[in-house]
């Protein structure tokens, strides 16, 4: 029995690393994109430790500041053409991605950015929330409503995972996603940096 827990956890272990890895290296060539994981990373982190007690500042900051600075990394900086690293199309990239694509990508951030549009046409959203009395109960609700949303993408795409591929597939990549924060704060902390350097060093070069 516990041979065969060891086994499991090791396996589960490795397919993490494994999509871990395959994420960096498709998706993070970029050093802009890279700064700006570091920055959603961070704030994702500070979202994690206050969720517990002020739940909708979380979401706030873990959408308005987290993901629109970690998507606008992959939407804007990451080169799209052939990847003579990886040797491989950016078509098939998306097609092999495990979990959210650009294409699926534009679909979240396209529901988080209609969103509050909902709570001006039905305040209560549909009896689940007090209506907002002004802005800071407006922005409240916001925060609760994406904090929904959040929720119900990771699930949505985790139990989508476990049909198309397989339940192991979709836990390693839930728990990915949670942990994501913890590893790109690792793994770019000296992004920003080196993008300084690399800005200071070609303005130098342009002034020779």
């Known amino acids: 029995m516990a041979h ?3 086994g499991t956890t090791a396996r589960l272990g490795e397919a993490l690393r494994e999509q ?3 994420d960096h290296r498709y998706y993070h060539h970029n050093l802009v994109n890279r700064s700006l994981h570091f ?12 969720v517990w007690f002020e739940p909708a500042i979380a979401a706030l900051l873990g959408w308005a500041v987290a993901m629109t600075s970690r998507q606008a990394g992959h939407f804007y900086f990451e080169p799209k053409d052939y990847d003579h690293v990886n040797d491989c199309t950016h078509e098939h990239k998306e097609e092999i991605k495990v979990g959210y694509n650009l294409a699926r990508k534009y679909v979240l951030m396209g529901l988080w950015a209609i969103s509050p549009l909902v709570l001006v046409l039905n305040p209560a959203f549909f009896g689940l ?21 959040a929720v119900a993408g990771l699930l949505f795409r985790t139990v989508q995972l476990f049909f198309i591929r397989d339940v192991e597939t979709g836990l390693v990549w839930a728990t990915k996603i949670l942990t994501d924060p913890f590893s790109d704060f690792k793994l770019y902390c000296k992004a920003p ?5 690399s800005i200071m060093e070609e303005r130098r070069q342009q002034a020779r």
């Open 4 to 6: 065969a827990i060891r």
């Open 20 to 22: 871990r890895w395959d």
């Open 39 to 50: 920055i959603s990373a961070t704030t994702f982190i500070v979202a994690y430790v206050i």
């Open 129 to 149: 929330l007090t209506p907002h009395t002004g802005i800071v109960s407006f922005l409240e609700n916001t925060g609760m409503l994406w904090l929904g949303l």
């Open 193 to 197: 940096g080196q993008l300084i350097k």
